[in-house]
């Protein structure tokens, strides 16, 4: 596992579910395995985020994310 935590680009279904990103040449979302709804650390005044992991067509397994309201979205994780 690695952890990334860049921004990437991402393109999205309805509801801003991801459907590709872009991580070493296009990757074309096939499911999403889970996803969930991490509150911000609000002592630091950090937003919450929505958190999705997903598995591509090619195999692999990522968690993606964007702050809730934010249109930015950013690569956490690499599953090995």
Partial sequence: ?????????????????????????????EKITDFWLETGEWWEDRPERVVYRVRTAGGGMFELYR???????????VYD
């Fill in 1 to 29: 596992m690695k952890i990334v935590d860049k921004p990437v680009r991402v393109l999205t279904r309805k509801l801003k579910i991801p459907r590709a990103f872009t991580y070493r040449g296009k990757q074309e979302v």
């Fill in 67 to 77: 702050h809730k309201g934010k249109p930015e979205w950013f690569l956490y994780r």
